[in-house]
């Protein structure tokens, strides 16, 4: 069955070093993004893609880099990671065109901690 | 208010009852979908609803959409013990001369069906 995962599930590390969260679906999907989820903030859109080398910014993107070198995978990388990154991170993919024109799926979440 | 904001912040009923969840949105919108997300899992697509559709349904859901109002909501009917979770709706505000398109998540809807 096609599927979208998400590596590391939980990861912690310290300020300043350069963490890369990886995003892998096998639905073929042309849309990826990335979410970050805080209490009393809901999801908010940090990057997305429409298909590969493709990257656009979204609400939150000071601080993230996104690549798109295949359909499969959006890695999202920290460059310097700041403590008010510590959040949990969803990757999701669509099949339509546009922000909200079809059915996300959404991954399990990375719960990242930064020290 | 924010953009995609819902209302209540939480909800408890017996099961077997009716439960309705409204959505608030600022901006004018191209579509607008429902979520539901159980505790430390990712988010599940409940409902794509388009700015120029009035109600949708599927299974025991309902949702219906005024853009007049700028309001949805989420109706589930005969509600479960399985139904506990989190509602989110999202919206995509369309893109202005001043603002790039986007995605809002609401901060979501608790849900708790009591036995």
């Known amino acids: 069955d096609a599927e979208i995962t998400q590596s590391p599930r939980h990861k912690i590390t310290e300020t300043g070093r350069q963490v890369t969260l990886a995003c892998h679906q096998t639905w073929n999907h042309n849309n990826m993004f990335w979410y970050r989820q805080d209490l009393g903030h809901g999801l908010r859109l940090i990057h997305y893609?429409?298909?590969?080398?493709?990257?656009n910014k979204g609400e939150v993107s000071d601080g993230y880099s996104v690549s798109r070198s295949n359909t499969e995978d959006l890695p999202l990388t920290l460059e310097s990671a700041a403590s008010s990154q510590t959040s949990v991170y969803f990757c999701a993919s669509s099949l339509n065109r546009g922000l909200l024109g079809g059915e996300q799926f959404f991954g399990p979440g990375t719960r990242l901690t930064v020290l | 208010s924010q953009q995609g904001e819902e209302d209540p912040q939480a909800l408890s009923i017996q099961e077997g009852e009716n439960a309705t969840m409204n959505c608030s949105y600022k901006t004018s919108i191209n579509n607008l979908q429902w979520y539901r997300q159980n505790s430390g899992r990712g988010l599940v697509h409940l409902i794509l609803?388009?700015?120029?559709?009035r109600e949708k349904h599927s299974g025991r859901l309902r949702v219906t959409l005024d853009t007049s109002k700028k309001s949805s909501s989420l109706l589930i009917t005969a509600s479960r013990a399985a139904d506990t979770a989190s509602y989110f709706c999202?919206?995509?505000?369309?893109?202005?001369?001043?603002?790039?398109?986007?995605?809002?998540f609401g901060k979501g809807t608790r849900l708790h069906i009591l036995p």
């Open positions: 999202a919206t995509d505000v369309l893109p202005s001369m001043n603002r790039d398109d986007k995605i809002i």
């Open positions: 893609s429409y298909g590969v080398q493709d990257t």
């Open positions: 609803i388009r700015s120029n559709e």
